[in-house]
């Protein structure tokens, strides 16, 4: 669905007008996220569930933040589409007609599927493009009036944001090693020596550049299989279907960077259930219980909400990903990327305890 009937829409769901009060706090991000002049805007979400339509309203609102903003922007809504679906015709046609050097805002239910002949990665197809992207996955798992959450933790002051990250992200840099303690009996260390960290900042203004918004997270993959102890998960859990909010914590135990056990209750169970999953479909099974990232939340107005583009940003948590880590600087190459979000840790950079 284009513009005109994803507005039609939009009011013929009543979701428009959420939209419309939406707008007013997106209206902010497109000067220090995006420095946008006179680009087009191409807008791409999904209808989502039955009271789950953050995506669909999240991207009328951005629509309507454009048009206040007197931007040249289009709105597509396709179907909700999953792990090995094809993007709508429509979608593909408006990203392959999009001349370089736009702008691309994603906001997807699950995820945006395969954009056929434009290629495997859309990170890849951005950067060979000069186009600059924000995006929001996997939004299923809340309910539309959950909006509000996500509007919260986007709507913050990114210049000082940014400062901060950046700080961050060098002292993640230059250590060698990080040591991770949490009051739930996280113990874990792991080697990062040599290995560049990545702020994801809201800074999205250079050509072929992009990522998630809501922004707020330091992260990096670790030096080969240099992980080692147990990691507790008490915050919440990826899988390759859902974002669980933990009740009964999940227990770790991870050796030369591999999980080899899973305690807990149903949450690890789900957990458990997705590796064997993956292993089961995987060209390369051996990566699917691999550690492949650490990062570090810093949104101060983010909260654990039950979607892993919030709770991860989440200031006062940390994470590790469970299995690829390729397109972020790593090595691993994985059917899966499933953050586990874990509260109140104590972080050691080569002894010394990061002060946030």
Known sequence: ??????????????????????????????????????????IVG????????????????????????????????????SRGDISDQDVIKNL???????IIILNMSDKLGNIQELGKSFRRWVGKKNHRFISAMSLGDLPTSSIELILKAIDVNYKPLQTQHEEMRQRLERAKEVHITTPAGTDLYYDKSGIKAIAADGNYTLPGTGGNLPAGEVYAPPNGKGIEGRVVIDGSSRTHEHTILIKKPIELTIEEGVITEIKGDEEARQL????????????????????????????????????????????????????????????????????????????YLDGELLKI
């Open 1 to 42: 669905m284009e513009t005109l009937e994803s507005l039609k829409w939009l009011k013929d769901h009543n979701l428009y007008d959420l939209a419309s009060k939406a707008a007013i706090s997106l209206k902010k991000i497109f000067t220090p996220c995006l420095a946008v002049k006179d680009e087009k805007v191409l």
């Open 46 to 81: 999904d209808v989502g569930y039955e009271n789950g339509n953050v995506a669909a309203v999240l991207s009328g609102a951005y629509y309507l933040a454009s048009e206040q903003l007197k931007l040249d922007a289009k709105l597509i809504l396709q179907n909700v589409k």
């Open 96 to 102: 392959s007609e999009l001349r370089p050097g736009n």
């Open 272 to 347: 458990e259930n997705t590796l064997k999953w993956a292993a089961s479909v995987a060209k390369n099974p051996g990566n699917v219980r691999r550690v492949c990232e650490l990062g570090i939340g810093l949104n101060p107005k983010a909260s654990i909400v039950g979607a892993m583009i919030v709770d991860d940003k989440t200031l006062g948590t940390a994470h590790i990903g469970i299995g690829s880590n390729y397109w972020f600087g790593g090595s691993i190459y994985a059917i899966i990327h499933l953050d586990q979000v874990f509260k109140n840790p104590l972080i």
